[in-house]
Nanobody, 124 residues
């Protein structure tokens, strides 16, 4: 049974940085693709960034390209999201998610069966 645990959220001023971490309890076929999603009040869950834990292939949502970087440390079973140049519109609950195989819709939340409980990011 895969468990995902996020950490690193908090409050930061606009222009600042945060690094989120997602600890993955089990590595293997069910967690080949892992990603970050966010949900702001009243909005749909949005794909932020996704990474393939094998080759390191990445995909980013348009709103974060050039500011956020996703990475993984397979030895530590941990995924990271480095967020720079944060804006108030980045305020949301951030979730990590995992799936087993490639999809043509990797930044779509409904494609992921496994989720963490989230960590709040607030930018003012």
């Amino acid at each position: 049974h895969v468990q995902l645990v996020e950490s690193g959220g908090g409050a930061v001023q606009a222009g600042g940085s945060l690094r989120l971490s997602c600890a993955i309890s089990v590595s293997g076929s069910s967690t080949r693709w892992v990603g970050w999603f966010r949900e702001a009040p009243g909005k749909d869950r949005e794909g932020v960034a996704v990474i393939y834990t094998g080759a390191g292939t990445t995909y980013y949502g348009d709103s974060v390209k050039g500011r956020f970087t996703i990475s993984r440390d397979n030895a530590k079973n941990t995924m990271y999201l480095q967020m720079n140049s944060l804006k108030p519109e980045d305020t949301a609950m951030y979730y990590c998610a995992a799936r087993s195989s490639w999809s043509a819709h990797l930044l779509t939340a409904s494609e992921y069966p496994t989720w963490g409980q989230g960590t709040q990011v607030t930018v003012s």
